[in-house]
């Protein structure tokens, strides 16, 4: 089949035809707008980097056993690029897949996917719900009780940083600053 750069809307589209759990789905905008805001700080493709986080977990809601295999099988039939499906497989590095992530849109992702998590989870028990007033430090604080956000492993986010070769703090506040651009999207801009 012939490879074609999707479109965001075919994207979404994509997305919420094998997703229909919301809370996936504002995970998946969630780090779309993260995706998209270091694309911008690291002078890349944007859209590509929006869309690629957008579907990078595809195939969860229906196949949570096959996570990363079964979106490779789709993102294939859908004719999607080479790079993008990789990229997506990648995320699941370790976990589910044994594709390391390579180039900066794959470390990327690959740091901050359970990092939103943590994330939203630190922003609700606020009591503006919100992560408009957010900081990296409330993060760190939480970091260290184990029992907050206890499904998030937090040494795939310091194995990312290391990656990226970037500080936990300013990985945290840039991912915060991405969410942040999508904060009435995903349900936390506040009341």
């Keep these: 089949m012939n490879e074609s750069i999707p479109t965001r809307e075919q994207a979404y589209e994509l997305l919420t035809r094998y997703n229909k759990n919301e809370s996936l789905i504002k995970h998946a905008l969630a780090v779309e707008g993260v995706m998209r805001y270091f694309a911008r700080k690291y002078g890349e493709d944007e859209e590509k980097w929006g869309i690629i986080g957008l579907v990078h977990d595809l195939d969860y809601e229906k196949y ?47 740091a901050i996917d359970e990092l939103t998590g943590l994330i939203v989870a630190a922003a609700l028990v606020r009591p503006s719900k919100s992560v408009m007033d957010l900081k990296a430090k409330s993060i760190k604080k939480k970091w260290k009780e184990k029992r907050f956000a206890a499904g998030v492993d937090r040494s795939i986010i310091e194995k990312g940083a290391e990656m990226l070769g970037v500080d936990l703090s300013e990985l945290i506040t840039d991912t915060i600053m991405g969410m942040r651009e999508v904060a009435e999207a995903i349900g936390l801009a506040g009341h």
Excluded: F, M, N
């Design 64 to 110: 949570p056993d096959q996570h990363c295999r079964k979106s490779e099988e789709i993102l294939r039939e859908e004719g999607w690029p080479e790079e993008y499906i990789r990229a997506v497989i990648s995320h699941g590095w370790g976990i589910c897949s044994d594709v390391k992530p390579e180039t900066r849109l794959e470390k990327v992702l690959y």
